[in-house]
Nanobody, 121 residues
Framework: QLQASGGGSVQAGGSLRLSCAAS????????MGWFRQAPGQEREFVAA????????YYADSVTGRFTVSRDNAKNTVYLQMNSLNAEDTAVYYC????????????????WGQGTLVTVSS
């Protein structure tokens, strides 16, 4: 299971750090991804990180503002979000990549409960 945490309410320009903790199994060999879903919209790719952190992938909308990282010893993946704006408001989820297209939600498994991020302008 994966559990995202760290969400909350923040003003535009602020920062938040999300965590995705795994329990019950290790994901140290998985590419891990972050996705978000705003009300009335489809779930969209945010960022992903390779098993050893050597490769990272970002949506154009967050490049330069968000940073994905991981600590395999803690079985945890992080998403540092800076310069937040109202368009970042969404429920954020983490999941494990199962193969295919790294930006496609359908190619991920073990979705956990998300964490809500609300950015006020």
């Amino acid at each position: 299971q994966l559990q995202a945490s760290g969400g909350g309410s923040v003003q535009a320009g602020g920062s938040l750090r999300l965590s995705c903790a795994a329990s019950g199994r290790t994901f140290s060999r998985n590419i891990m991804g972050w996705f978000r879903q705003a009300p009335g919209q489809e779930r969209e790719f945010v960022a992903a990180i390779s098993w050893n952190g050597g490769s990272t992938y970002y949506a154009d909308s967050v490049t330069g503002r968000f940073t994905v990282s991981r600590d395999n010893a803690k079985n945890t993946v992080y998403l540092q979000m800076n310069s937040l704006n109202a368009e970042d408001t969404a429920v954020y989820y983490c999941a494990a990549f199962s193969g295919g297209e790294i930006r496609k939600p359908g190619d991920y498994v073990y979705w956990g409960q998300g964490t809500l991020v609300t950015v006020s302008s």
